[in-house]
């Protein structure tokens, strides 16, 4: 498989400095969301990370204490030991502090952590929905929004290192001024060691993120193929083709590549890292054999000496640990940019007029002259299409696989804009309508529609969730679909958790769970119903039942209808057949019959095989 992988490596790798830098911008906005989070547990927090901060110092200031004191103790003729007892238990008392404060920054992190990480997850939520369904069947914007869901444990480390890097900062600052108080000369020594391994740490960060995002789609691949690879509703097809070695192959060279240009990476990272370490032992030691000719020649004593080299030895830990945490942040805020991007991403509905819908739908709907084509695609599915659809009547769209009847259907529902025509409702253009509020005036079942392992009730009360607790409404929405007959046949009703994925569950058949998911359409009062083949997987008794109820129902609600079934087509009032995006022909079926075209071809057709 020739992937682009190598070359689009080096092409992101251009990502600049100031890129990785920029994206700091976002931090402050950051911090602003997990104090709205939880204000006391970032103040718990901040406060212990004060604490934490001034520790080290004093802790090393109280060794240097004690030292001194042995000494002078060890000069005296007549020891008094009381002060040295009590700065030995006031060195006690701090490193007890020490570690509670070190135990609750922990704690406060993971808290708020977790409360960030439900706030975005909720965020992300709620964002998806208000987006377009043209843009989520768009793969370069469903990237975007991969890369916000699952960097939601990167977005918690940002915010611990975030804080911590406050927290080295103030100690280091307590221990440079410790250090300059006694040999300011040691702070060029610490500045030399620090360098090459800051430059080190930011340009392998930036490689990484160019790596991990110039690959995310392989890595959705690969999750796919992982999905594909290792779950229950693909199984039996596995199993019995033999596809296991297919998609293992398929995975293992998608994986080897990703794994061998990281490896690169991490091997190159690993080995400049050693040896700008060594780098910063060397400067450790260069410092440790200054203070001791100091100390020798009498100019410092050795408590100091303690001191010197223990805030040299931490300075030098907590300004390689503050820079490669820094490289951290300015990684993760990369990440933290896709975050509010896709959080940003405009949703504003591009000819909302806020026109009223009317109460009663009077006229019906129009479509003129309607051309599509799905957006990054050339191919024109929809050419010139014009019909009426009366209020209150039963319209039924026919056609062949792909000749874009559920396309129509997307387009009336607004989840696409036609390319060009117009398609109006009581003579206005639907687009000046409130988006969210013409959308509710549909009842749809999709072809598609999605099995929610959840239970039965919910699974129905999903039509209408206002009405979850209504159980007269649900259960008449399953008495009209039949689903009825389902819930009478499983042990726990309506109560019933559907689907394997959970403990408890209870499969369906397909013919089962579509009559659970028609039972959703009449959850609704809608104006309008849309059924895109919601019947396909019932037996022909099944189906005449759904049908005449269905009718029967609606009589007063415009409806649309699509099916390759014509038993039930040829109720509809009127009967569109659509041809390669075209309109071959429109009329009642005894209209269609007589006109000697493809519907009546296809009728004889499907009526011959049941002969
Ligand atoms: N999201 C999409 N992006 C690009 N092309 C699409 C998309 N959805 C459908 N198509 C294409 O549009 C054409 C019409 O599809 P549509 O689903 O409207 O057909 P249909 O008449 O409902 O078919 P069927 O009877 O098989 O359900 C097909 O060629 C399909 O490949």
């Not at 990054?376 to 050419?383: A, T």
């Not at 499983?490 to 109560?495: C, E, Q, R």
């Not at 895109?532 to 019932?538: G, I, K, V």
């Given at each position: 498989m020739a992937r682009h992988a190598p070359k689009s490596l080096k092409e992101k790798n251009k990502t600049s400095l100031k890129k990785s830098f920029s994206a700091l911008i976002y931090i402050p906005r950051f911090f602003k969301e997990i104090w709205n989070t939880n204000k006391k547990l970032f103040l718990g927090s901040a406060f212990c990370r004060l604490i934490g901060a001034v520790l080290p110092v004093i802790i090393l200031w109280i060794g240097k204490i004690i030292i001194d004191e042995i000494i002078l103790q060890t000069k005296l003729e007549v020891t008094d030991l009381t002060q040295l007892w009590t700065y030995v238990g006031i060195e006690f008392g701090l490193i007890v502090l020490s570690d509670l404060v070190s135990r609750a920054i922990q704690l406060t992190d993971s808290l708020l952590g977790d409360a960030y990480s439900i706030d975005t997850s909720v965020r992300i939520i709620k964002k998806t929905n208000q987006i377009d369904i043209s843009l989520l069947e768009d793969s370069e914007f469903y990237d975007k929004l991969e890369r916000a869901r699952t960097q939601t444990t990167s977005r918690v480390g940002l915010m611990s290192n975030a804080l911590g890097e406050v927290q080295s900062l103030i100690s280091i600052a307590t221990l440079v001024a410790g250090l300059i108080y006694f040999e300011p000369y040691l702070i060029i020594l610490l500045v030399l060691s620090i360098i090459p391994a800051f430059i080190n740490e930011i340009w392998f960060s930036q490689q990484q993120y160019s790596l991990a995002r110039g690959w995310t789609a392989e890595r959705r691949e690969l999750d796919y193929l992982r999905f594909i690879g290792a779950n229950d509703k693909t199984a039996k097809e596995i199993k019995l083709f033999g596809l296991t070695d297919f998609v293992v192959d398929r995975f293992k060279n998608l994986s080897q590549e990703y794994y061998d240009l990281n490896k690169k990476l991490a091997i190159k990272r690993s080995a400049l890292g050693f040896a700008f370490n060594v780098l910063g032992t060397l400067s450790y030691y260069g410092a440790y054999v200054f203070i001791i000719y100091r100390v020798i020649s009498g100019v410092i004593t050795l408590g100091e000496l303690t001191f010197l080299s223990g805030a040299f030895n931490r300075l030098t830990r907590n300004l390689q640990d503050f820079f490669s945490k820094f490289t951290r942040i300015s990684e993760s805020a990369l990440y933290l940019k896709d975050y509010f991007e896709f959080i940003d991403i405009s949703i504003q509905p591009?000819?909302?007029?806020?026109i009223p819908l009317p109460e009663k739908i009077k006229e019906g709907f129009e479509f003129i002259n309607v051309k599509f084509s799905y957006p990054?695609?050339?191919?024109?599915?929809?050419?010139g299409i014009s019909f009426k659809i009366k209020a209150g009547e039963k319209l039924a769209f026919v056609g062949?696989?792909?000749?874009g009847k559920t396309t129509l259907t997307k387009l009336l529902l607004r989840f696409y804009e036609p390319t060009s025509g117009e398609i109006l409702l009581d003579g206005i253009?639907?687009?000046?309508?409130?988006k969210a509020q013409y959308q509710a005036f549909f009842g749809v079942i999709f072809q598609d529609f999605f099995k929610y392992e959840f239970t039965v009730r919910e699974n129905i009360a999903i039509?209408?969730?206002?009405?979850?607790?209504n159980q007269e409404k649900i259960e008449n929405a399953a008495d009209l679909s039949l689903a009825n007959q389902v819930v009478s046949e499983?042990?726990?009703?309506?109560?019933q958790q559907l689907?394997?994925?959970?403990?408890?569950g209870q499969e369906l058949s397909g013919g089962q769970w579509q009559k659970v998911a028609l039972a959703r359409a009449y959850m609704k009062d809608a104006k309008v119903m849309i059924l895109?083949?919601?019947?396909?997987?019932?037996d022909a008794k099944a189906e005449s039942d759904v049908f005449e109820r269905f009718i029967g129902l609606t009589e007063d609600k415009t409806s649309i209808i699509i099916s390759h079934r014509f038993s039930t087509v040829r109720q509809a009032n009127k009967i569109l057949v659509l041809d390669e995006g075209r309109v071959l022909e429109m009329g009642t079926h005894e209209d269609l019959m007589a006109n000697k075209s493809l519907y009546a071809d296809l009728f004889k057709l499907q009526a011959e095989g049941y002969q």
């Open positions: 591009k000819h909302n007029e806020d990054e695609s050339d191919n024109e599915i929809l050419k062949q696989n792909g000749a253009n639907i687009n000046r309508f409130d039509g209408d969730i206002s009405q979850i607790d499983l042990k726990k009703g309506y109560d689907g394997k994925r959970f403990a408890k895109d083949e919601p019947t396909s997987a019932l």
